[in-house]
């Protein structure tokens, strides 16, 4: 993993995130994911990946070109098709319908919420399977507003339908249903064909072409359907695993475990072997158009091939991206990320919201992990480690190579790593999980040489899937997270732990930054800790994505979260925690012309009610100093660690602080005047102090206790000899406080001859008065506004009043119309 200093972007918003989450994450990009449904019109394909719809132009079909991509979708996008400028797109959560009249900007209009399967189009009504409801009917004439017209509920549920004319034919487990649709809001059953473990259909002319699956075996079932309300079996051909069709002219494509079939069909009641296309990699679908297959594949995208010569077919192109994403590591503007499939691809961050795929290098193993290291890249592979040279960022080359050790039973799979000075911490899972090898854990390598890496010990922790390093500690995630102290770097000892969400295969990736762990975790979401004491990581905040519900790496950037998703691609959430607060006077009104600063940048002003909002980029602290000239704030400063987020981070307005020195025999009046110009005086007599005394005079804030209420008057006062302070101080003479106060003081005070200054101890409010023995009198002048008592001690002292009851009529909801009717009275103290 790399390593980032904790710099911090501070910025002034008004405006605040909205999140679902306790973390302030929002997905703003995203690149790549296994490629999956797909569907051709013209010379262009749409393609699923991830929780987009990708428009790729095959007109050139050397050389496909993606020209535009849909926003992202709730999850991944299972189904496309598409009739004119409209495309219909299934994904987890339902349909949404997208305008795709612009082909570089595919837009969402309309969403209706159901379990679909597949679709098909007649007029302005769509044909939905629905996983619980039959086949629905919906009115799309205006796509925005999806209407449900009908549902037409057949003998099982919906796995594939087709249309023709007008009649739907619709898969169900035990076969075929034909539903007579001439009448979209009535449609009927008239027929039927049945064969048990029927999956999908696809049609060519007056032909039927029915996979059917039971157990290990296949069939494909050539149906006439010339008569629609009599389907007549024309043939039955034994197939694999079939999962996917597609036929045109005279052939027929079957999508297999180890590739696609291709039979002739041109005498449909004897389908004849042509040719098959044997592939390593998972073929999703296909599509066909004249002599052009188009297949996606789970790990390299959309495969364009010539079948003119089935016997010879020639690969003419392909669009690839990240198809099985396992992690990420950042340099500079790149990202590295390892695939998989048998990959390492750079893809160019410079816009985050735009990932672009810049090279791909083909790996002879499957990459899952990875690091970075000035000029180095350490890719964690399934059979070791590999060193790449990436001073070139777009052109890795490879320098060095360590293979994991081979057992009898197997060998162990290398999943992450991290670098620290000229060690490599590799995690490896035990075996490649069989039975016999023992657990999975840590290889720690002299990476000295970096072209011939080597073994110096190894860590058993129980199967491991990557790791992050920080100062003398490592971050260990084997589904939970292990903290390891460093500090005898071959012999890492357990020193702290936390328990992760998801068991034992929850957490799958791990970053530091600063004081904080991210934690990426199947859910999918990602965990922040903070690590500040190293060995009890505490949750700040937790935030969970839309995507399949798996975990892979991920890398920080301030602003951003890039997480590596092996079923979804590589997402780039944008990431901002904030605090938030007011500066005010004492009386809570905002006071103008205030500047925040903060440790990494001076602020805009407070808004014209006082309120602020602080947002950072990334997890750690800030300092925040308001300043305004002539006075100071209480209190001072505020260092906020963030997350969480925080709220009611206040600075009041208050006069700067005085002091000066007493000495013995001599009186003297030390005086602040506060920002109502209200002064308040302290009045030392000659007999206040036996030594030199230096007192400081603090003007601050306090809370009334209950029952009373804060006059806006409150200081510290303090005594220091030699610059050390003296708790507790007591005077040998009785010293007069005097204070003025305004009207505005007394609001919501209830009488203010009872006003009292009193001094905290502890943990209550006491009588300042009773700090002298005997205790003093209050000497008060209600028509001047001024009080003025006797101390004997030094402390906090603040000026409280009794509190006003207020009596407020409470208004209560009458019936369903908004109506409003006086009911009791209720209290409200101030």
């Excluded at 860590?459 to 939970?480: E, F, H, P, Q």
């Excluded at 903290?483 to 936390?498: A, Q, R």
Aim: some cysteine; hydrophobic content about 40%; proline content about 8%.
């Amino acid at each position: 993993m790399t390593r980032l200093a904790p710099a911090l972007l501070v910025l002034v918003s008004f405006l605040a995130l909205l999140s679902p989450t306790l973390a302030g994450m929002e997905p703003v990009g995203h690149i790549g994911g296994p490629a999956a449904p797909l569907f051709v019109q013209g010379t262009h394909a749409f393609v699923g990946m991830g929780p987009r719809v990708l428009v790729v132009d095959i007109s050139t079909p050397s050389t496909p070109t993606l020209i535009g991509q849909s926003p992202f979708l709730m999850t991944s996008v299972e189904e496309i098709f598409v009739v004119d400028t409209m495309a219909y797109v299934i994904d987890a959560t339902g349909l949404h319908l997208l305008d795709v009249s612009d082909l570089a900007r595919p837009a969402p209009v309309g969403f209706y919420p159901m379990a679909a399967t597949k679709m098909a189009k007649a007029g302005s009504y769509l044909y939905v399977g629905d996983k619980e409801h039959g086949i629905r009917v919906l009115d799309v004439s205006n796509p925005t507003a999806p209407t449900l017209v009908v549902v037409y509920e057949p003998a099982g549920i919906p796995t594939d339908l087709v249309l023709v004319g007008t009649h739907l034919y619709v898969v169900i487990p035990e076969g075929l249903e034909v539903v007579d649709i001439s009448t979209a809001t009535s449609p009927r059953r008239v027929g039927s064909y049945m064969a048990a473990g029927s999956l999908q259909v696809t049609q060519a002319g007056n032909t039927l072409y029915l996979i059917t699956q039971q157990g290990e075996a296949g069939t494909l079932h050539v149906i006439d359907i010339a008569m629609p309300t009599t389907p007549k079996g024309l043939a039955i051909y034994p197939v694999g695993a079939a999962r996917g069709i597609a036929a045109a002219g005279p052939r027929v494509y079957l999508v297999e475990s180890g590739g696609v079939r291709v039979l002739d069909v041109s005498n449909p009641a004897a389908p004849k072997f042509l040719a098959y296309l044997n592939s390593q990699e998972s073929i999703i679908n296909v599509a066909v158009s004249s002599n052009l297959l188009y297949m996606t594949k789970f790990y390299t995208g959309l495969h364009l091939v010539d079948m003119t010569s089935p016997a010879t077919p020639r690969t003419l192109g392909q669009y690839r991206t990240i198809g099985y994403p396992t992690n990420i590591a950042l340099s500079g503007s790149y990202g590295y990320v390892p695939d998989g499939g048998g990959a390492l691809h750079v893809v160019d961050l410079s816009t985050p919201l735009a990932p672009q795929l810049a090279e791909t290098l083909v790996s002879p193993s499957f990459p899952s992990g990875i690091a970075i290291s000035g000029t180095l890249a350490y890719v964690a592979e399934s059979g070791g480690l590999r060193v790449l040279d990436i001073s070139t960022p777009r052109s890795p080359t490879e320098v060095g190579y360590y293979p994991m050790p081979a057992y009898a039973e197997g060998t162990d799979y290398a999943t992450g790593v991290d670098v620290r000075g000229d060690l490599a911490y590799l995690t490896y899972l035990g075996c490649r999980f069989r039975v016999g090898c023992g657990f999975g854990g840590i290889r720690i390598l002299d990476i000295s040489e970096p072209g011939a890496p080597r073994s110096l010990a190894a860590y058993v922790t129980g199967n491991a899937y990557d790791i992050a390093i920080s100062g003398s500690y490592a971050y260990l995630v084997t589904g939970d997270l292990q903290v390891l102290d460093l500090s005898t770097p071959i012999t890492p000892t357990l020193v702290g732990f936390y328990d992760v969400p998801g068991g034992p295969t929850g957490a799958r990736g791990v970053e530091v930054v600063g004081d904080f762990v991210y934690v990426h975790h199947e859910g999918p979401g990602v965990l922040i800790l903070n690590v500040a004491t190293p060995t009890e990581p505490v949750a700040s905040a937790g935030y969970r994505y839309r995507a399949p519900s798996v975990a892979g790496g991920l890398a920080v950037r301030e602003g951003y979260v890039y997480l590596a998703n092996p079923f979804g691609g590589l997402y780039v959430l944008e990431q901002s925690f904030s605090a938030r607060g007011r500066v005010v006077d004492v009386h809570g009104d905002p006071v103008p012309g205030v500047t925040l600063a903060s440790s990494a940048g001076t602020l805009q002003r407070p808004d014209g009610m006082g309120n602020y909002t602080v947002t950072l980029g990334l997890a750690g602290s800030v300092t925040l100093t308001p300043t305004l000239s002539g006075y100071t704030f209480a209190p001072p400063t505020r260092t906020l660690t963030l997350p969480p987020d925080q709220v009611n981070q206040d600075f009041t307005l208050v006069a700067k602080p005085v002091s000066a020195t007493l000495a013995p025999g001599v009186s003297f009046t030390l005086r602040y005047t506060d920002t109502q110009g209200l002064v308040t005086e302290v009045r030392f007599p000659a007999a206040a102090v036996t030594q030199p005394t230096t007192i400081v005079l603090t003007p601050t804030v306090a809370i009334a206790p209950p029952g009373q209420r804060w006059s806006g008057h409150a200081f510290d006062l303090a005594a220091y000899r030699g610059g050390v302070i003296l708790p507790d101080f007591a005077f040998q003479a009785p010293v007069t406080v005097a204070i003025r106060y305004s009207d505005r003081d007394l609001f919501l005070i209830a009488n203010e001859a009872a006003l009292s200054l009193q001094r905290r101890t502890l943990a209550s409010w006491d009588e300042a008065a009773q700090s002298c023995a005997p205790p003093s009198t209050y000497q008060r002048n209600t028509v001047t506004n001024e009080i003025a008592v006797a101390i004997c001690r030094v402390g906090t002292f603040a000026l409280f009043g009794a509190s006003h009851d207020l009596y407020l009529p409470l208004l209560k909801s009458v019936g369903a119309v908004e109506r409003w009717s006086v009911g009791a009275v209720e209290r409200w103290s101030g």
